[in-house]
């Protein structure tokens, strides 16, 4: 499953299988959100975010929650690990498409 990445692009206008990583805030906490829009398992289109924690691996117990690893797995190509699982939706995506320079990849938010 890949999701194609959007530099800059507000949660609510991500196209299908489109995705965008954001500053996330919970309280004091601060984070990475990936933000992705796709097509649940009976078909209904949804948006999912998910804190992610990019060039390090997953954190079960991080600071918004269960933090997934994001990986730099090729020019432009990143993964995630593990798998995003929810009831109605279950994929490990890659995201294609990121350009170099984006700021989740070189500071925290």
């Avoid at 196209?15 to 796709?38: K, Q, S």
Wanted: net charge negative; aromatic share 10%.
């Amino acid at each position: 499953m890949e999701l194609r990445y959007r530099p800059y692009a507000e949660r609510g206008a991500l196209d299908l299988n489109e995705c965008c990583i954001v500053p996330g805030v919970c309280g004091d906490a601060r984070g990475w959100m990936l933000h992705f829009y796709g097509r649940t398992t009976d078909g209904h289109e949804q948006t999912w975010r998910v804190p992610v924690n990019p060039s390090c691996p997953h954190i079960e117990d991080g600071p918004l929650g269960r933090t997934w690893g994001l990986t730099r797995c090729g020019p432009g190509e990143w993964q995630i690990s593990p798998s995003i699982d929810f009831a109605d939706w279950h994929h490990t995506p890659k995201i294609v498409g990121v350009p170099d320079g984006e700021p989740w990849m070189a500071v925290s938010p």
